[in-house]
């Protein structure tokens, strides 16, 4: 008996690994399209929307264009909003459960989008996210979720069916994956056990909208460059008043590889102290405007001014950099 129970012991030791390793196996990505290329291949174009091929970034005459991977994306703003037009993709089959892209522009349903077809049916459909004035021509990732289709011929068709304001789509990135990608708030829980929290910046990252809070109530709120890798230069809040407590970090959107929200820090210095003044990225004289909503700290005093036009970074004594024109 004691034998045979030992039997079944190694047996079951033996088997829970390899159960384990089979479960958290992700397979490697499906490349539908990069758009890397002069052209757009075995895609079909109609209208004039989509050029001839695809576009190098931002196209004349539109807000500068960000978020996309490599060197080329699909940009409806050719020669501007006025321009229609429709780019279809060959058939693929579908080999995931996910598939991920980059999308931004318009955000009208059935007029700025992409679809997925199944039969000649749309089964799934995205736009960008902007109707109105302003808003950023910046991509994010979004997931059709299509685990219902595995093993079906799908088609994609992305779309450019409006013209004045926002009529345009940008795609890029398109892949099946085991994996969804698509943004989301994310927000992350970090008891205060030091004076100053560091908040690594990479200039000309995607901006997100932080907001600190305690106990329900939001003690700060900003827009930061986020680095996901190696920062430009650091920014920092003084925390001191609540040391002890549990401070909560919320994103309004992150993607879910993203190493942000894990590389911010507490210190009871500042972040490189000797540098405040001094950093390539950071301006250093009111002849070179910072661009408005960069959070920078004001000095020695570990608290934060939005820029809106250009800051001495010549400190007075007792409260760090004197910023023009700065809100608080």
């Given amino acids: 008996m004691r034998l045979f129970l030992g039997c079944i012991l190694a047996l079951t030791l033996w088997n829970a690994p390899c159960s384990s390793a089979q479960t958290n196996t992700t397979r490697t990505d499906i490349l539908i399209a990069d758009f890397e290329g002069t052209r757009y291949g075995s895609w079909t174009a109609t209208g004039d929307a989509f050029g001839p091929g695809p576009a190098r970034g931002t196209l004349p005459g539109q807000m500068t264009v960000s978020g996309y991977l490599g060197q080329g994306l699909v940009n409806s703003f050719y020669r501007g909003d006025e321009t229609t037009g429709t780019l279809t993709s060959p058939p693929f089959g579908v080999e ?19 679809n997925l077809m199944i039969d000649g049916k749309t089964v799934r459909s995205a736009t960008g996210p902007n109707r109105e004035p302003g808003g950023s021509e910046r991509l994010r990732w979004h997931t059709f979720a299509i ?3 595995l ?10 069916r409006r013209t004045g304001g926002w009529g345009h789509i940008n795609v890029d ?6 994996r969804p990608r698509q943004a989301g708030p994310a927000h992350r829980e970090l008891p205060i056990t030091h004076r100053y929290l560091h908040l690594p910046v990479r200039t000309g990252a995607s901006k997100q909208r932080m907001k600190l809070s305690l106990d329900g ?9 986020l680095a996901e890798g190696k920062p430009d230069f650091w920014v ?18 992150l ?3 993203s190493r942000g929200l894990g590389s911010i820090t507490q210190a009871e210095e500042i972040p490189d102290a000797g540098l405040v003044y001094q950093e390539a990225h950071r301006p250093s004289s009111t002849s070179r405007p910072a661009a408005a909503g960069t959070m920078t700290p004001t000095g020695w005093s570990g608290t934060w ?20 024109g700065a809100t608080r």
């Fill in 255 to 257: 993607d879910p590889d």
């Fill in 151 to 160: 093993g079906k011929q799908a088609v994609l068709q992305i779309i450019d």
């Fill in 173 to 178: 990135q398109i892949v099946q994956s085991d």
């Fill in 96 to 114: 995931r459960p996910n598939l991920n892209f980059l999308i931004g522009g318009g955000g009208y349903p059935g007029e700025t989008c992409i």
């Fill in 236 to 253: 920092f809040t003084d925390l001191a008043p609540y040391r002890g407590k549990t401070l909560r970090i919320d994103l309004d959107e």
């Fill in 217 to 225: 109530r939001t003690i700060r709120e900003f827009e930061i460059e």
């Fill in 147 to 149: 685990r219902e289709f």
């Fill in 305 to 324: 001014v939005r820029i809106t036009s250009s800051i001495n970074t010549t400190p007075t004594a007792g409260t760090g950099a004197t910023c023009t």
